[in-house]
């Protein structure tokens, strides 16, 4: 991707500029989550794309469309993680990726029979990274709605439908 096309985050970095001990700390586990994981980019993508779902983080997902495109995730799986891990199509892998996501942000926890199907694929360390995952896009997509980090201009054609919409409606007054 271009330099001038890639989307630095930078209204995500000021606000967390804001508390640069805290920022030091969440960039430094977060960094083990986009550089050192032990999943794949595209598992990765999966779980957070769901969590922006879930969360409502229309910048979350904004961002992480970018990724998942790169990750090689087509336009209709990006669909697909919207509806979640009934959508057809999914493998048996991802879609308890999915399923994994929604249990952890509904309940706090993986469902037995989504676990057994994670821990015939993953190790140990994976499956820590897939909560840790979870957990951290679900705080930070909890922080940008209660910042209200707006998105950067080059993130809002990537906005989920609805909220290009609403953006739409708004601009016509």
Known sequence: MPEEERQPGTNLLGTLARHPSLAMAFLSFNKHLLAQSTLSIRQRELMVLRVAT???SDYEWAQHVILADRAGITADEITGIAE???APG???IDRALLAATDELIGEGA???ETWRVLS???GEQQLMDI???VGCYAMLATALRSFDVQPEPGLVPYLPEHTLAARSLTSRD
């Open 90 to 92: 999914w493998s048996d």
């Open 84 to 86: 979640g891990p009934a």
């Open 131 to 133: 909560v840790f995952t």
């Open 120 to 122: 015939g694929e993953f």
């Open 110 to 112: 993986v469902s037995d």
């Open 54 to 56: 879930l969360r409502h």
